[in-house]
């Protein structure tokens, strides 16, 4: 039988009913005891009872004291006399002293754990905790001092404090953490009184056995697996396994921060290590062990800054002080960088971060002193492009540059993939090659192709050939030359008329002009014989696979079939671009396979014909079901193709249909199991909170809510018909994917919801409310609507959303000259962030520009003076679409094809037209885009 423990006293008999404890199916034979002497006991009783009164939470707070206390009991400190004294008072003339101990355990401590409850239910104490930490997770009981020294009151004992400041693991230490995240985040309220299964105390029926199974056969038991102080039964054998390779990695590195993608010796450690930070109830003993390695193994803040900083004290200990005043010399400009960042943000810090940058010689005086650590990227740039002028002066190229090569102490290759990426991204925003680009062009003009690395590299091994006197024969396929380079000639010769103008050009330096490579020898597999051979191996391979859409790879019967069906698709590729009937060949091949050479990838083609394999045999396709017949990678290729239904060649829908795979079925989807638990707690989430435009963080009740309604989001927006998911959403909250921000729908939801406060509507509400009255004619008629019935309209009686005049003349803001010249060249201010026009930061000065007119903050001069430059400089729509827009207006009235880019934007434009704001409907319609027909 088990009593709660606040029945377990009697105060009128003055005893302790212990309750029945069963060992080896037999009760133990105690099962009260008498109270006489110990008035604590009975005192405690009386303010346990009061707590329960008072306090709502006072079985669970008396869950985790108990917890605590019994954590403490284990430890047998030599200072503790209360205990014991308790014991040896209790214990029965003749009775087992170590039986008894284990048995009187929780009556024993009865009156600590009261002590300790009434404290964690004291909203003092939580108040206290919150200064004592500054708002930072205490990573032991010395950053709670309040708390530590309250304890040792309310218990009586002094030494205390002493004892528990270094607890990095345990009940006591996880419940200080949960009150500051609960200040933080009252979501995490819930989570004040959660006791972790290795933190609750083993049953006394448990220790009782163990304690007699001890004394009856100490040899087995001593070699028995060890159990812990919580309700864990699991070997500890992986632990140990990680252990050791924890151990190894600290001597190796002197610190346990390790990435958490890292292996060492093969073991996934930087995983490993993650796992059990994440862990927030580990084993005390495991937390000591690791603590040994490495005692901030573990810390409050992120892995990344404490291995930025042992990279700092691996510097102090190798080359001395870090010197603050000089910018932090002899460091790597990423250390640099972190260093003066900690510097300036000095005062937000952990007090136990400060004490770690206080060893290194980084003090609260030093910190004042700190200057940046720069890099001069000009300078830097001018090493860079002398290095790649060198290496391009001993190998004529930069082309031949990879990832691994270094020239003069500088990544080369790595240095130039990031300028290649940046130029591409310039080019993109600009439309021309940034200062950079150009000047590596000078170097070498080819650096960075617009068709891929391999290509220039096969063709200036060509080049170099011919710069050293080779001719290259095409009619005698190129003799003297080495077989790949050979087969790329031929490639060239055979896809010649598909090649770009300037890589035609560039075979010309080498002597291959239209005309030779129309005269080239064939390919040796395209000989009759050879073709015949090659034909026969098509047929075979066919007859046991049923599809030539073989890998590149493949061989069939030692012949490379795979390679030889490449050739033959080149062949036939250049024939239909050139305008020319099918050969011989290709139709050789229709008939064996008519989707040897399909328009779309051979692996799509491999996938459908496994499928159709399967249908053909009897299995059935039941889409109603989600594929689940179907092996795992089959159901996602299935999944995939009804997803993406409407984006498929005619031909590939046609394939579809003949294995079940229609346009209907493809449209219907019923509700699985978890998309039935996802409404649900979307249900429940929005009879709370009155929305679904939740953040992408946002859980549960344990449920990724958030994560889910964002793939919920844009699945709707790339699809064309509503599926049962977003119609049930739909019923949910109406509004649950608005065409607008979903920050601007959580704000109207919150000023709907305040409205009728008592106590008036809070401060940011009526900011909000001010900056909707500024931008009214620049929302959707569905915002104005949902405004509208919250109270809010368009009118300036309001008297919170006037702003207050001033006699006051502020001076013109020096961002404005620079925008007026800027859309006078440009014909707009829709410029990127990182945009710069006569070294003032334009995009960056604009972005923060928009954010005051949002909120209601930005002067209203400053805001008509741009709104005369560019009337869409801050439109309701996200800044990226008025970007392109701009771009594609560009050219549309310059007359210019538009990139592939713009084509794919203009075509979801047409697509998505009726979700566009009806002002963004009319600046398309401008420049010639109109909604796709239905």
Known sequence: MYLKPHTRICPRHQRWMLGTHWIDGAPADTEQVDLAGLPEMVAAHRRHLDLLRHRPDATRAFEVAHAVIVSWWAQQWPEEEQWPHRVRQLTPQGADPGWWRLLARDMV???????????????????????????????????????AGKLARVTGRPWLVERIAST???????????????????????????????????????????YRNAAQQPEETA??????????????????????????????????????????????????????????????????????????????????????????????????????????????????EWLYSQCTGYDSLHPAQQRLLADIGLTREDVQTARPRRKNMAT????????????????????????????DGLKLGQWLANQRSKDRAH????????????????????????????????????????????????????????????????????????????????????????????????????????????????????????????????????????????RQRQHARTDADRGTPPSAAAKALDGIDPWWCPPWTLAWQRAWQHIHDQVRAGHRLNADHHFRSFAPNQRAWLRQQRTHYDDLHPDQQR??????????SARTRPLNPYAETALAHARAYADIHHTLAVAYSTVHDGFPLGHWLNDQRQQARRETTPSARHQALTAIDPWWNPPWDL??????????????????????????????????????????????????????????GQRRRTSRVYPPSPGLDHART????????????????????????????????????????????????????????????????????????SGQDHSPTLKRWTERQRTHWNTLHRQQQHLLTTIGIHPCPM
């Open 109 to 147: 401590t009865y009156p600590e754990t009261v002590a300790l409850a009434s404290v964690l239910t004291d909203e003092g104490t939580r108040q206290r905790l919150l200064a004592d930490t500054g708002g930072h997770l205490p990573h032991t009981l010395a950053h709670v001092p309040g708390l």
């Open 168 to 210: 990095s693991a345990g009940p006591l230490l996880l419940w200080a953490q949960h009150c500051v995240r609960a200040d933080a985040d009252t979501a995490v309220a819930d989570r004040l009184w959660t006791l972790h299964m290795a933190h609750r105390p083993r049953p006394i029926a448990r220790e009782l056995t163990a």
């Open 223 to 336: 070699g028995a697996t060890r159990l812990h102080l919580g309700l864990r039964h699991r070997s500890d054998q992986p632990f140990t396994t990680g252990l050791a390779h924890a151990r190894a990695y600290a001597a190796v590195h002197g610190h346990l921060a390790a990435p958490i993608h890292s292996r060492f010796d093969g073991f996934a450690l930087g995983r490993w290590l993650s796992n059990h930070r994440k862990f927030p109830a580990m084993p005390p003993e495991h937390v000591a062990e690791l603590e040994a390695l490495d005692p901030w193994w573990r810390p409050p803040w992120t892995v990344m800054w404490q291995r930025f900083y042992y990279q700092a004290r691996d510097h102090v200990r190798a080359r001395g002080p870090l010197r603050p005043d000089r910018g932090f010399p002899a460091t790597s400009f990423g250390l640099g």
């Open 380 to 407: 830097h740039f001018q090493r860079a492009l002398a290095c790649a002028r060198a290496y391009a002066d001993t190998h004529g190229t930069l082309i031949n540059a990879t990832a691994d090569t270094v020239q």
């Open 427 to 566: 080019q993109h925003r600009h439309g021309t090659p940034s200062p950079r680009a150009q000047a590596l062009s000078a170097i070498d003009p080819w650096w960075n192709p617009s068709w891929t690395l391999e290509w220039q590299r096969s063709w200036h091994q060509a080049h170099t050939r011919v710069d050293g006197g080779h001719v290259l024969d095409a009619a005698a396929g190129f003799p003297g030359t080495s077989s790949a380079l050979a087969t790329w000639l031929t490639t060239q010769c055979a896809q010649y008329d598909t090649l770009q103008p300037d890589q035609q050009n560039l075979l010309t330096r080498i002597g291959i002009t239209a005309d030779q490579a129309r005269s080239a020898a064939a390919r040796p597999a395209e000989r009759e014989a050879d073709f015949a051979i090659g034909l026969g191996y098509a047929r075979a391979y066919h007859a046991t696979h049923r599809t030539l859409a073989a890998a590149i790879g493949t061989v069939h019967d030692g012949f490379q079939l795979g390679r030889w069906l490449r």
């Open 655 to 664: 394939l579809l249909a003949d294995i079940g795979l229609t346009r209907d």
């Open 743 to 800: 920050a601007w729908q959580r704000a109207c939801t919150r000023a709907r919801t305040t409205q009728a406060r008592p106590h008036g509507v809070p401060a940011d509400v009526r900011a909000w409310t001010t900056a909707q009255h500024t931008a009214w004619d620049r929302l959707r008629p569905e915002q104005q609507q949902l405004l509208t019935e919250a109270g809010i309209t368009s009118g300036s009686e309001n008297a919170a």
């Open 822 to 893: 800027y859309a006078l060249a440009h014909g707009h201010l829709s410029p990127s962030a990182d945009t710069h026009h006569d070294d003032f930061p334009l995009g960056r000065w604009l972005v923060q520009t928009r954010r005051k007119a949002r909120q209601g903050q930005l002067a209203p001069t400053t805001s008509r003076a741009l709104e005369d430059l560019d009337a869409w400089w801050n439109p309701p729509w996200p800044h990226t679409w008025q970007r392109t827009y701009q771009q594609t207006k560009q050219a549309h009235y």
